[in-house]
């Protein structure tokens, strides 16, 4: 089986169509079918902050109906469950965008919609092992000890926020370690949440999230083949929110 594994999307449902073309899909029945038989992959964080959220997501619910979705999901996936469910959850760093756009529907749709999106995320894996376990996408990482171990809490937190410190940056982020710099495992882990400029290639882990709400560039790496394929970002850029390692 051959994949393309979609870095953060955030909304920015334009930029995904292009990336999906460029990659050889093309939309039957309003699904993304490649003619190679291929196989979408996504990190997660396909919602907040970018101008079409749901849009996006109804592309995802309708994939996972036809059983072909493969999405790990990350932060800001969490995030709306938890607010889909009624929990008091704060309407910032970019949640509060879907929230509008969910608001915006009719009554009843809006209702419809937040029970869909509760049913789409209790569908997911925490993350996924591919190709035999050689490939594990996994939204903000994951550590080799961690792959196909009974769930913990300390998992989840990794796989959703990363290696966090419990320090926080000055905009609200959390801190976090370098863990790809110290990974040794022989599964190549995909994942994104980190915004970089480029994808970053370290010890079999490969960063996808290119930034494209923050003006970056929406990307996709080819596995096995192990090639990247980007498009440009429709947004305004935003270079403080890029992540630059040593």
Known sequence: MKFDIIGDIHGCYQEFVSLSEKLGYRMED??????????????GDAMDRGP????MLRLLFKMQDAGILQYSPGNHCNKLYRYAK????????????TVAEIDALPAMERISFLNRYRQFYEALP????????KLIVSHAGILANMIGAPYSEKIRVFVLYGDITGKKLP???PVRRDWAKHYKGDAWIVYGHTPVKEARFVNHTVNVDTGCVFGGKLTALRFPEMEVLSVPSLQSLIEEKFTTFD
Request: a negative charge; hydrophobic letters at 35%; glycine letters at 12%.
């Open 30 to 43: 309003g699904l993304p079918v490649h003619p190679d038989g291929r196989k979408l992959v996504f990190v």
């Open 52 to 55: 079409d959220s749901l849009n």
């Open 86 to 97: 009624g929990n008091n959850v704060k309407l910032a760093h970019g949640l509060e965008t």
């Open 126 to 133: 925490l993350y996924l092992m591919l190709d035999d376990n």
């Open 171 to 173: 905009d609200g982020r």
